[in-house]
C-alpha cells in the first residue's frame, strides 16, 4: 500500500489544487462569517465556538464528498486506473491505500476547520463581542465531527460502489438530502411509520446517536446499509472490474 503515492497523484492534479483552494477560501469564509458575525446575532454577544463550527460544517458537506469520491473514483472516470494497476498490481492494495488517503484528507481539512473556528471564534467574541466560548469544543469533537465522519464514510462508500466521479457525487450529496427531506416531510404528517422506515437509513441520526452514546442496534442499521453494504459491493466490483 502507498497512501502517500494517492495522495500525491491526487495533489499534483491542476483540479484537485483548484478544489482545494476553492475549500479552503470557503471554510475560511464561513469561519468568519460565523465567529466574527456571531456576537452582533446573539443576545449575550459572545461567540461559541460549536455555533462557528456548525457554520463550517455547512460547506463541508459538500467539499467532504467532492474530495472524497475524487480520490476514490477519479482514476476510473479519467482512465487513468488502467496504468495505476499495471505499476500497482495489487488491487485491493490500490482501494486500501486510496481510501487510506481520502482518510488523511478528510482528517486534515476537519483540524484545518476546527482551528480557524476557534480563531475566528476567539477574535469575534474577545475583540468585536462580549467574549468567546470556547468550552463547548467537545461537542465539536463529538457531535459536529460525528456528523462529519459519516458524511465521509458515506461518501468513501459511494465511490468505491460506483468508481465514477459524477455518479459518486450525485449519490454521496443527493441521497443524504432526500433522506433529510423525507424525514422533514414525516415529521410535518406526523407519520410514525414513515419515520420509522426513514430512521433505517438516517445516517445523520445514528452518527447523533453514536456520539451521544445512546446508539442501539437499531442505529447500526443505516452504517450496514449505507456504508458497510455499498463498500463490500464496491470491494467486490474493484476486484473484478474490467478496465477498458
Do not use: C, Y
Not at 4 to 30: N, P
Amino acid at each position: 500500500m502507498r497512501p502517500d503515492i494517492d495522495l500525491r497523484a491526487f495533489l499534483d492534479t491542476r483540479g484537485a489544487k483548484i478544489l482545494l483552494t476553492l475549500s479552503l477560501l470557503a471554510v475560511a469564509g464561513f469561519a468568519a462569517l460565523g465567529g466574527l458575525i456571531q456576537p452582533a446575532l446573539v443576545p449575550d454577544r459572545t461567540a461559541d465556538l460549536e455555533m462557528t463550527f456548525f457554520v463550517i460544517s455547512l460547506p463541508l458537506t459538500l467539499i467532504i464528498p467532492a474530495l472524497t469520491v475524487w480520490i476514490t473514483a477519479g482514476e476510473w472516470s479519467d482512465g487513468s486506473i488502467q496504468i495505476t494497476l499495471l505499476q500497482r498490481p495489487g488491487r485491493l492494495a490500490v482501494l486500501t491505500s486510496k481510501a487510506i488517503a481520502a482518510l488523511v484528507v478528510f482528517v486534515a481539512l476537519a483540524a484545518v476547520s476546527i482551528g480557524l473556528a476557534a480563531a475566528s471564534t476567539w477574535i469575534g467574541g474577545e475583540l468585536i463581542g462580549e467574549g468567546a466560548v470556547l468550552s463547548s469544543i467537545e461537542g465539536v469533537l463529538t457531535t459536529q465531527l460525528a456528523n462529519l465522519g459519516a458524511t465521509f464514510l458515506f461518501s468513501l462508500a459511494m465511490g468505491m460502489l460506483l468508481q465514477s466521479t459524477v455518479l459518486g457525487l450525485v449519490a454521496a450529496i443527493g441521497i443524504p438530502f432526500v433522506i433529510g427531506t423525507a424525514s422533514n416531510l414525516a415529521m410535518a404528517f406526523g407519520s410514525q411509520t414513515l419515520a420509522d422506515v426513514i430512521a433505517a437509513v438516517d445516517l445523520t441520526g445514528a452518527s447523533l446517536a453514536l456520539a451521544n452514546g445512546e446508539a442501539g442496534a437499531f442505529e447500526l442499521l443505516p452504517m450496514v446499509l449505507l456504508v458497510l453494504l455499498p463498500a463490500a459491493l464496491g470491494t467486490q466490483r474493484w476486484r473484478h472490474r474490467e478496465i477498458g
